[in-house]
């Protein structure tokens, strides 16, 4: 199973206590997956469609605990790219489909003539908890991520601009971090922000894929935070073996031309310790001098060294 589906499965069994919600959930997903089917005679049906099973359960399941219709349901094989199972309900004129597409927000009546407006009907979608229905509603109904393990990427594909900006309205709302784009012929809203990510999917109630996306951030961030010690690390080693390798062509520089023996006693003692201890740190030599000396005091007499070569 993908990522996607795991979090429909768990969304799949989220039934809202509230009819309020039941209602902007159901408004969601047929805004999303479904599509007008005309039948003749100023009659409807409205067709909803999905590749994903729990989708299909969740949707038979509001359509008759809230309008008390029983959708039948068509199993098809998607004969394009991966040949998945493709599910397909009709709401037809005999379970009252326009009285459902009114309820929904859908279908309206302006000047005696019926309309189908795409944007979301606030007064369907009012409270807080509605608007959190609704989002989980058209992320059942066209929604999709990434496994994270491989990127963070949600989105949600609707038919028409307006009612991707309503949906990308409701997200700010929610202080989420989203996105609205063309492609071809539909509009996608997306989140590509792993931490907006964890805000939606807290949001609609997926906790379980929740916890999963963070424990894989939790990793991520581990990962990256050794390599970055390991680079560090790797940074330094290579930075005080180009110092060294600097000290020990001064400290050879004096010995052809003077002989170490002329530096003074200090400079001498560090010199001959250097030249040993050719991949030591500054901390490391100093620990090796007796009396000990700081890293400040090594460095010192080291550059000193350095200055004395480049005068002679």
């Known amino acids: 199973m ?6 429909k499965s768990e969304l799949a069994l989220l039934m809202p206590e509230k009819r309020c ?14 599509s007008i089917r005309l039948a003749g005679l100023n009659k409807v049906n409205y067709r909803l469609a999905t590749e994903n099973a729990a989708s299909a359960r969740k949707i038979i399941k509001l359509m008759k605990e ?40 859908i279908l309206k009546v302006r000047e005696g003539f019926n309309f189908f407006d ?42 028409n601009e307006a009612l991707s900006h309503n949906i990308l309205r409701y997200m700010s709302q929610f202080k989420i971090k989203a996105k609205c784009t063309g492609r071809k ?14 805000d939606f999917l807290n949001i609609i109630g997926a906790h379980k894929s929740l916890l999963e996306l963070e424990n894989v951030r939790l990793m991520k961030e581990m990962l990256n935070r050794t390599n970055r010690l390991v680079n560090c690390d790797s940074a330094n080693l290579d930075k005080t073996l180009a110092a060294s390798e600097k000290q020990l062509e001064a400290i050879e520089k004096i010995q052809n031309s003077r002989g170490i023996d002329w530096l003074p006693p200090k400079l001498r003692d560090i010199a001959i310790l250097r030249v040993s201890e050719k991949s030591a740190s500054l ?18 007499r080291l550059a000193k060294i350095v200055e004395i070569a480049s005068k002679l």
């Open 2 to 7: 993908s990522y996607s589906s795991d979090i």
């Open 185 to 198: 012929e539909n509009w996608v809203v997306y989140i590509k922000d792993s931490g907006s990510i964890s």
């Open 66 to 105: 809230y309008f008390g219709i029983k959708l039948e349901l068509v199993i098809s094989k998607n004969m394009v790219l991966k040949k998945n199972n493709y599910y397909e309900m009709i709401i037809s004129e005999d379970m009252r489909c326009q009285e459902i597409l009114r309820e929904t927000g």
């Open 21 to 34: 919600c039941m209602l902007s959930e159901i408004a969601g997903i047929l805004r999303t997956c479904g």
């Open 118 to 159: 795409y944007e979301i009907d606030d007064s369907i979608v009012h409270t807080k908890c509605c608007k959190r229905a609704f989002l989980r509603g058209v992320f059942m109904g066209s929604g999709s991520m990434n496994s994270p393990e491989k990127g963070y990427h949600l989105e949600i594909v609707t038919s």
């Open 283 to 300: 901390q490391e030599l100093g620990a090796m001098l007796d009396p000990p000396l700081g890293k400040s005091g090594v460095s010192h």
